[in-house]
């Protein structure tokens, strides 16, 4: 009895190169590229825990964004963290994309860039106010991480003068495309002003629970973060968290009171 021949195996298709951008990039190609080692000499600076992502320490498979500061150390630790509030005007971005535009960090000078500072979260464009600015990588889950629970202050206005159970809804959680927001405090300032401390913070959170609540957003600024306020900083200005301020916030995240901190900085 005659086999049947066997079927021909098809042949795999090729994938399509990739279009536009080469982000995200593996960590190990990327440093190849900025010739800083060989793909292989580049996974042992990283096993040897001396290549540093936005502050942390990197892990081998890591990729990269095109915003991420990515750098090479010698040595486990910076040699001087620093902490700035900076009050980041509308208009302008939190992180460096690729579109070109001017960023807070292109607000820094040259010596505070020489330490690679790096924003910790977000504020989008269209809003103002207090943003982050540190080399302390330590603090960005402890900060960013919801289950944390640290709170943020947003001074809003709104449109529309606010209906009389807006206070009570916001307060109470707001469904937002499916999610509900958790328990937030709210104080009304004025017929369409509030003050709205959050505990976390989704993508454009506080623009989208006035949305669902039949509103718009005109203006928003984030006036503190746990205990850091903005203080009297101008915009596009920034001033040292250092003191008492410092140990405060660090303790508050967990980190004890580390507070090596470089030179003085004037504030601008």
Partial sequence: MKRPSPKKRARPVPTPAPTGSLYPMRLNKYLALKGHATRRDADLLIEKKKVYVNGTVA?????????????????GRPKAYIYLAFNKPAGMDTHREATGEKNVLDSLPADLKRLSPFPVGRLDKASHGL???????????RLLNPKHAHEKTYEVRT?????TSFK???EAGV?????VTKPAN???????????????GKTHQIRRMVVALFNEVTDLKRIGIMNIK?????????RQIEGKELTTFLRLLGLGADTTSATEIQPN
């Fill in 159 to 163: 449109k529309l003068p606010l209906r």
């Fill in 131 to 141: 943003l982050l600015i540190t080399n302390d990588g330590r603090i960005t889950d």
């Fill in 230 to 238: 903005m203080g009297p900083v101008k915009s596009g200005g920034y």
């Fill in 59 to 75: 892990q081998l498979g890591d990729k990269v964004r095109e915003m991420d500061t990515v750098e090479v150390r010698g040595h």
């Fill in 168 to 170: 009570e809804k916001m």
């Fill in 175 to 179: 469904s937002i495309e499916g999610y």
């Fill in 186 to 200: 709210v104080e009304v300032l004025g017929e369409n002003r509030f003050r709205i401390t959050l505990t976390e």
